[in-house]
């Protein structure tokens, strides 16, 4: 990692360095190992992004963040999983707002009248639709046994509850599970990347 104006970029090799096409083990004795399934998805769906005039560089789209947050959270076992449940969660109640909405609206009604007019629950939808169009079979399984494990899911969504600042817990929950499932529903119909 290196800061750089207080902005902290993680640098994580892959692409030739797995073991068993997903993990990796640091030096120098390689006690430390780390998933990367979903990074090579994640390099072939980048967005390019002018920093300044003249320096263009590719970063993770918002689907393939959520993918990598999901993947990372089922990593991090027991360690600081909460962070990771949290940042997926930001990433799919606001999918809507980061440049989708004419989306949603205008060729998405389907998806948005599944979601009850909500543009921010559709939103979640199109986001899982998104990831899974982008994912290997080997790494949407990872996803897909998440949420078809209850107790992995309800651990998830404690993680998520844990932040998640509404009017009453009963809410709190209620809105986090239907954002939840319409992500899992169109993760799982969407179909995924071919090899």
Not at 40 to 48: G, L, N, P, Q, Y
Not at 62 to 91: C, E, M
Not at 151 to 167: A, C, N, P
């Amino acid at each position: 990692m290196r800061s750089i104006h207080r902005l902290w970029i993680d640098l994580v090799p892959f692409g030739g360095v797995e073991q068993d096409g997903r993990m990796i083990a640091w030096p120098p004795d390689r006690a430390m190992v780390m998933n990367v399934a979903g990074f090579s998805e994640a390099a072939d769906a980048a967005v390019e992004v002018e920093i300044v005039p003249g320096l263009t560089v590719a970063v993770a789209s918002l689907p393939s963040l959520a993918v990598l947050k999901l993947i990372t959270w089922l990593d991090r076992w027991p360690d600081n999983r909460g962070k990771d449940a949290q940042d997926f969660f930001h990433i799919l109640s606001r999918y809507a707002e980061a440049g989708n909405m004419d989306r949603l609206y205008d060729s998405e009604q389907a998806l948005m009248a599944r979601a009850d007019f909500d543009p921010d629950l559709a939103g979640a939808g199109l986001l899982g639709r998104e990831a899974a169009q982008l994912c290997l079979p080997e790494t949407a399984s990872l996803i897909t046994q998440l949420f078809s494990d209850n107790k992995e899911s309800e651990r998830f969504t404690g993680h998520i509850l844990s932040e998640v600042q509404m009017d009453s817990d009963s809410a709190r929950a209620e809105k986090v599970r239907r954002y939840l499932n319409l992500f899992i529903a169109s993760f799982n119909e969407a179909g995924f990347k071919s090899v």
